[in-house]
């Protein structure tokens, strides 16, 4: 009777074992997957972030006419991008093309018309402007820095402070307010006056 009542205490025993050892083991199992879980929703987190980095490039629309395979088209390139892109993106110049005429190291701007001169042609008046660029008054209420740095005299600080004051005033009413910006004075006005506008229609 003893011996029948030990194995009974030693079966309770082993079971309560058996059951200690299964809620350890689950416990220990849940923790591990919430940690693995932390740990993917983290590395997720930092994958998201370059999307947002794309989303904010900026495109520009430029006529490009004249001597290239795909004439009078717009084409959108990235900020950034230069005349020769433009040449390149419509299909490049053909042959008989004078590029002598154009700085192909210029920045394109939203907007703007470029004319691939024939040899021979000279291109008018009115499309011709300084070292063979076509002619585009720079919006100064809308230009963005790279823009703004290709007028003569404004280099990177100056840039900012049109920028800055242009989005304090909610800006400029007209081109002679530009001389309200630090750092642009009578002289360095004299020098731009000719080259920008306040108004997309100029």
């Known amino acids: 009777m003893k011996d029948k009542t030990k194995r009974i205490l030693l079966f309770c025993l082993l079971g309560v074992i058996v059951i200690f050892g299964i809620i350890f083991r689950s416990s ?28 904010s490039i900026r495109l ?8 290239v395979q795909n004439p009078d088209k717009v084409y959108y390139l990235p900020e950034g991008a230069r005349v020769a ?18 700085n192909l190291a210029a920045y394109v701007k939203d907007g703007q018309r470029i004319r691939v001169p024939f040899a021979g042609e000279s291109l008018p008046a009115e499309e011709a402007g300084p070292e063979g660029q076509t002619k585009h008054l720079t919006n100064i209420n809308s230009a963005t820095k790279i823009e703004l740095i290709q007028l003569p005299g404004i280099g990177d600080t100056t840039a900012d402070k049109i920028i800055a004051y242009r989005e304090e ?13 630090p750092g642009i004075g009578q002289t360095k006005f004299e020098s731009l006056k000719d080259l920008i506008s306040v108004d997309d229609n100029d």
Do not use: C, W, Y
Not at 30 to 51: C, G, H, I, N, Y
Not at 93 to 102: K, N, T
């Open 85 to 102: 892109d433009a040449i390149e993106i419509a299909g490049g110049a053909v042959e008989g093309a004078d590029l002598s005429q154009l």
């Open 60 to 67: 520009l629309g430029v006529h490009v006419t004249g001597a």
């Open 169 to 181: 005033h909610g800006g400029f009413s007209s081109i002679e307010e530009l001389m309200n910006v």
């Open 28 to 55: 220990t199992k849940q923790k591990e997957t919430l940690q693995e879980t932390q740990k993917l929703s983290a590395e997720s987190d930092f994958r998201e972030e370059p999307v947002l980095a794309e989303e």
